[in-house]
């Protein structure tokens, strides 16, 4: 661990007064107390931290700690973890899953170990899949009861810890929830620097244990009469495959992608972080608009996030971006209640009625004349006025937004056109700055 990776002094990583969601006796508790306690011995920085969960109960366990979180789909928690160690191995990237989605995400699970990427895998192996109601998993032992194999299981568990071991994993562990050293093991997995899986055998309180008269003993028992073996089971030295990433394009002397620096040329009169949704069309050219807000933002010295949303399909359906600016740093890019709101189409009006049924009246909603009266909220209208200035499809969604920076008062218009000159080719830029100039008819 670095120096500057510690901040001394930290007594829990868990937010204090959010109870864990899980069942009496469920194994996950037991489980997130240990990855706690393994924390607190490690004293990482919060910021470098993330938990990666997957589906699942175990999926609820990344908002009871207060560092960063990523929560996907089903089985795939370990490519998510794999991108973001990628991108900066000097985060600490811990995996939350359960055995249900080691079955399910089972090949990321070989390549991960294959590939010797930097990140911890804890399994919450409690030999069922528990959020559904107790089916069946890769892990189920042959003969058990579960809700899906009533006459007991015919399938033989797989060895998790075998598996990845093979595949090269350079730290594979096995033991049980109620290991009182698991705290350790946590942290020695979280201090390897490649691959490293515990596989933690744990009780699902509301279906396994019931459904197969189960207890601590029993379970410490399977693990015997499996065969399988428990404790450190492989530690190897091989290199990591993120840092074995970037010393490779450092040593061709080719740039990873690193983020810009930009230089503050405006200043902003922002006070309060602002919320803002742009709700368009595909093809309006609102994805390139909410880039250059952003950057306009920046440029003004504020932090910005942006958050863009689309159908898979090119040119049709809607286009929705958010963009949050702040004179904090921005810890999370959700918006459940904008402060500002630009409905510029029908398609983007589809999108947004949870955000303006949530919006009250201290915020805004800018709004294109022809779906003022389509607009349910408690919210300011302001509809825009194209008497003067005629938007096109394609520079209605930049329009508004400069016409709302102004208006809002969010930062100098001339910020806005430094994002645009230096973020768009040129030929763009210049049709984009005439649109730049039209805005000031329209609000
Ligand atoms: C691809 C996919 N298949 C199935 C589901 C439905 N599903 C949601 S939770 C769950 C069981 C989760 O079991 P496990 O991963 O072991 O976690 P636990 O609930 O035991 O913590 C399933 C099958 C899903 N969300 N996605
Ligand atoms: S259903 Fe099982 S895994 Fe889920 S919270 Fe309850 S005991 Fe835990």
Known sequence: MSEDSMIPGISTYR?????????????????????????????????????????????????????????????????YATGIKLVNPDLRVIVLMGDGGIGIGGHHL??????????????????????????????????????????????????????VAVNGASFVYRGAAFDKDLPDHIADAIETPGFALLDIWELCTAHYVPNNDFSKGALLQTIQNLGLASGILQRLDAPELARAYHEQFANNQLPITQPQSIEIKFDSALTKTTRIVLAGAAGGKVKSTASALALGGMYAGLWATQRDDYPVT?????????VILSREEILFMGIAKPDILAVLTPEGLAQVPRQLRAMDESQTVYVVPELTERI????????????????????????????????ANLFPLDALREAISTGQSTDIAQENLKVVAASEFIL
Do not use: W
Not at 124 to 133: A, P, Q, S, V
């Open 314 to 322: 090119v040119m049709t359906g809607y286009s929705v971006s958010e």
């Open 15 to 79: 937010f204090p007064d959010r109870p864990y969601p899980f069942c009496p006796g469920c194994g996950h508790t037991l489980t997130l107390e240990h990855l706690n306690t393994a924390l607190v011995k490690l004293q990482l920085d919060p910021h470098k931290v993330v938990l990666v969960t997957d589906i699942g109960c175990v999926g609820m366990s990344d908002q009871y700690f207060d560092v960063n979180a990523f929560h996907g789909l089903h089985g795939r928690a370990v490519t």
């Open 110 to 163: 070989l390549n991960a170990a294959r590939r010797n990427i930097g990140i911890t895998v804890l399994v919450f192996n409690n030999l069922i899949f528990g959020m559904t109601g107790g089916q069946h998993s890769v892990t189920t032992p042959h003969g058990a009861t579960t809700s899906s194999t009533r006459f007991g299981n015919l399938e033989r568990p797989l060895d998790i810890c075998k598996t």
């Open 376 to 407: 349910e909220t408690r919210a300011r209208k302001i509809a825009f006025d194209f008497s003067r200035a005629h938007p096109t499809k394609k520079s209605l969604a930049l329009m508004a937004t400069a016409a709302i920076v102004r208006h």
